[in-house]
């Protein structure tokens, strides 16, 4: 069975950084392309950066270029977000979602809930 | 960016009924889409995959058509627990995008 557990979430102030993880388990991670996708409170869903299996490319959503890194280990079947210079509307439950045999975006995480303020 | 139009955002039905729920792209996505369905607190699932995709374990009341720019997310007779919020995602291209959401309420 497919499990995504993410962690490294909390509060931070803005302009400040925060690591995100994302332990992958049940599946080869290292041939499946995965994501980060965020929800601010009450709010809709909102895709914030993909990185191939091996980690040659990676894509992001212009709000977050060049503040967020997203990253993987495959020897450690985990995902990462470098989220830096965060700011209040990067505030937002963080999901980590992986590639399946069926097409993109498949299984998700719980989530990790991120909120940035003073 | 393609955009993703979703509609309605709320549907009021009844146990039984049959609803669809309709998702309009910017521009052609070629059926890359995906229907995912939400209950509060927790994490999305994936219902359909490529417009059309039954996912492993959706009962087959959900079902998807469409194609170019629009899309359909169809429920042949509501249950209990099939009230939750329903979002659909293209990924015909970076950036992926979803639609903003049907709330889908008992009536």
């Known amino acids: 069975e497919v499990q995504l557990v993410e962690s490294g979430g909390g509060l931070v102030q803005p302009g400040r950084s925060l690591k995100l993880s994302c332990a992958a388990s049940g599946f080869t991670f290292s041939n499946y392309g995965m994501h980060w996708i965020r929800q601010a409170p009450t709010k809709g869903l909102e895709w914030v950066a993909s990185?191939?299996?091996?980690?040659?490319?990676?894509y992001y959503r212009d709000s977050v270029k060049g503040r967020f890194t997203i990253s993987r280990d495959n020897a450690k079947s985990t995902l990462y977000l470098q989220m830096d210079s965060l700011r209040s509307e990067d505030t937002a439950t963080y999901y980590c979602?992986?590639?399946?045999?069926?097409?993109?975006?498949?299984?998700w995480g719980q989530g990790a809930s991120v909120t940035v303020s003073s | 960016d393609i955009q993703m139009t979703q509609s309605p955002s709320f549907l009021s039905a009844s146990v039984g009924d049959r609803v669809t729920i309709n998702c309009k792209a910017s521009q052609n996505i070629n059926k890359y889409l995906n229907w995912y369905q939400q209950k509060l607190g927790e994490a999305p699932k994936r219902l359909i995959y490529n417009t059309n995709n039954l996912q492993t374990g959706i009962p087959s009341r959900f079902s998807g058509s469409g194609s170019g720019t629009d899309y359909t997310l169809t429920i042949s007779s509501l249950q209990p627990e099939d009230f939750a919020t329903y979002f659909c995602?293209?990924?015909?291209?970076?950036?992926?995008?979803f639609g903003s959401g049907t709330k889908l309420e008992i009536k």
């Open positions: 990185i191939s299996p091996s980690g040659g490319s990676t």
């Open positions: 979602a992986t590639d399946g045999i069926r097409g993109p975006v498949d299984a």
């Open positions: 995602l293209q990924h015909n291209s970076f950036p992926l995008t």
